[in-house]
């Protein structure tokens, strides 16, 4: 019988060093464009990142300033240096400045109710100046008792503060149902008031923004040692004001290698 052999064509040496380098170059440009696409992909979720970050810090200090008794407001070169009112001319560079303080008005109260039968809320902030003395201040529409319910769950108790308009001193006293009872004369009293319970400070230490709360309503007092982290790796916190605008700029950086960040700016405008 005969033996029939059937012969395939098969690739060369030749064509198949070209496939392999034909192979190589695609798949290296392949993996370059990979890497790319990548690479922007960590860029842009940095700058997404650091874009979200600043705009939420910036949120919790516009709510925050904008409870601020205007004539409280002032500036410092450190936590520990000394206080100067914005209102007051600069000593240092505006660039020395990193802490903003201020005294808050209690918005907790100011804006509570007890029910829908009785909506006075736990200050009005108006007094009646014909039925008032100067250690007693008849304020119609308050509610002190619900206030101070208000404040002794938040931890708060004793006297609190309160600022007459363009006043620049705090007149502590105590409150219950509609009337101020002060701890000592107030020298005038006019139609308007704030309560405040609490200080409030924005601090830039090491890098990072603090918000320190909890410390006497008194202009200018020593900040105390409770605080809430804001922001990390801030590179610039600026801020002006004006009358009764106060103008916020905060940058900060996003890691994204041991080596290189991205930066974020965000500024806003307190009325």
Same mark, same amino acid.
């Given at each position: ?11 060369? =040496? ?58 409280? =407001?002032?500036?410092?070169?450190g936590k520990t240096g000394a206080f ?5 001319? =600069?000593?240092?560079?505006?660039d020395a400045y990193t802490v903003l ?9 100011? /804006? ?7 909506? #006075? ?9 014909? #039925? ?36 620049s001193v705090a007149h502590y006293g ?16 006019? /139609?308007?008031?704030?309560? #405040? ?24 007092? #020593? ?43 965000? /500024?806003?405008?307190?009325?």
């Amino acid at each position: 019988m005969q033996k029939i052999s059937f012969h395939r064509k098969a690739f060369s =040496m030749l064509e198949l060093v070209f496939v392999i380098v034909i192979l190589g170059i695609v798949s290296s440009i392949g993996a370059e464009l990979i890497a790319n696409v990548y690479d922007n992909y960590i860029v842009q979720r940095a700058q997404h990142r650091a874009s979200v970050k600043t705009q939420l810090a910036l949120n919790q200090i516009v709510n925050r300033i904008r409870y601020a008794i205007p004539s409280t =407001m002032g500036r410092r070169v450190g936590k520990t240096g000394a206080f100067e009112l914005n209102t007051a001319t =600069m000593i240092s560079s505006s660039d020395a400045y990193t802490v903003l303080q201020w005294v808050g008005a209690d918005n907790d109260s100011f /804006e509570a109710i007890s029910s829908d039968a009785d909506r #006075a809320p736990g200050w009005s902030g108006f007094c009646d100046i014909a #039925a008032s003395t100067q250690t007693s201040i008849s304020t119609p529409g308050s509610n002190f008792d619900l206030a101070n319910t208000i404040q002794t769950n938040l931890g708060r108790t004793g006297n609190f503060a309160i600022y007459f308009p363009g006043d620049s001193v705090a007149h502590y006293g105590t409150g219950a149902g509609n009337t101020i009872t002060l701890a000592a004369n107030t020298p005038r009293v006019v /139609e308007r008031y704030k309560v #405040a319970w609490s200080s409030y400070a924005l601090v830039v230490e090491n890098g990072d923004l603090y918000l320190y709360y909890n410390f006497p309503p008194t202009i200018g007092n #020593a900040i105390g040692q409770s605080k809430a982290l804001l922001l990390k790796n801030v590179t610039n916190f600026k801020f002006e004001t004006r009358g009764q605008t106060t103008r916020i700029k905060l940058c900060m950086k996003e890691k994204i290698s041991d080596t290189d960040f991205i930066p974020a700016c965000k /500024e806003k405008a307190v009325f």
